[in-house]
């Protein structure tokens, strides 16, 4: 039976891996984040339990949806979520087989599905995610700060509460994540389930991207989207104490890599590919370089008497600092699609949220099919990263 294992029925369905940890890391990027929804799906079909899930923005709410429900339970709801936000706030939705047919028909068709489908989604808003804010806000008027959007998310609340159960959530069963940004002091913020009480609150915050969405007060502060200062919640699991073996499945929804625009409809899109992807791999090439130097610290205090070791003040400092455990990151990028554009974060289309959930669904595969890259790292550092896209 794996160290990381879940509780209740499903233990004995575990497929054992030899981590302390096992987390499932989500970033943020709007209609994106069905992708996350299909990496669910692959992970629970090869029965991988999960100890820790953290997430921003998107990544958020499919934290909500993944810790809020018995692992058996985690795909349908997932579903039902997300077709649940691709229709239309208000009007109703393309019949599925004109839209079906409208996506595969030809490129041409394709396109100005998807073009009207996130025209939509800034005209009127998703059902049960968001909705334009009547009256708009003036520029010039001062307003309280929940106020201060154009999109009002209050049906967000009532959607959580429909297919979440917090106190699961909160039930210390997996661990659960969620960044965020404190409006007042810039500070960016973690709302844990093993310091504080979840609530629907921390998940809408995390995800209140302005000037969009309105940042949420909890406990008298203001938060707004953890994507703001980093779209990504890696590091924070990666640098948790105390240090355990941890195999991480970190999900993105940008890639850093693409190629140099060539319009002016480019540029939009590699731009937010840029900001949003938060440096991932700048962040995983840093935390490999510390578990370098903290297992060769390791390795020279295995050198030292254990009577200098136990009374010499720099080796105790030493004996706090050095390391010993092992890392191992499974990196799943999203990779766009021909016809997306950049507004793809918010074409809430149902076809196209299929499509991102198929490419998820694809890549864990391919990626689980690795059967190695599940292994505990052996090199030096104890520290090793994977992604099918660009090879070991």
Known sequence: MSRANGAGRNR??????????????????????????????????????????????????????????????????????????????????LPAPLEHLMFTASEAS????????????????????FAPRVPAPLPWAS???????????????????RFCDFDRINSGETRVSVGAVNVASGNFTYFDSTRTMLRPEHFIASGA???GFAPIEIDGEFYWDGGVVSNTPLQEVLSAAPRRDTLVF???????RGPVPATMENVSTRVKDIQYSSRTRFVTDMLQREQRYRHVLRELLERVPQGTRESDRLCKLAEDLSCSKRYNVLQLIYQQQKFERGDKDYQFGRTTMQSRWEAG?????????????????????????HDIHRGE
């Open 12 to 93: 004995h369905h575990a497929r054992c891996l030899e981590y302390e940890t096992v987390a499932l890391v989500l970033q943020g990027g709007g209609a994106l984040g069905a992708y996350q929804a299909g990496v669910l799906e692959g992970l629970q079909e090869a029965r991988i339990v999960l100890n820790w899930v953290a997430g921003i923005s998107i990544g958020a709410l499919n934290t909500a949806l993944i810790a809020g429900n018995a692992p058996e339970h985690r795909v349908a709801r997932l579903r039902e979520f997300w077709e649940t936000i691709c229709k239309p706030a208000f009007t109703p939705a």
């Open 361 to 385: 669904l694809s890549d864990i595969r391919r990626t689980l099919g690795n059967e190695t890259w599940l292994d505990l790292p052996t090199n030096q550092t104890g520290f090793v990263t």
């Open 209 to 211: 991207l302005p000037p």
């Open 143 to 161: 307003q309280a700060p929940g106020q201060i959007s154009w999109y009002d998310t209050t049906p967000l609340k009532a959607t959580l509460e």
């Open 250 to 256: 970190q999900v993105d929804l940008w890639s850093a």
């Open 110 to 129: 394709r396109s100005m599905l998807t073009a009207f489908q996130a025209a939509s989604a800034a005209a009127q808003g998703q059902h049960g995610f």
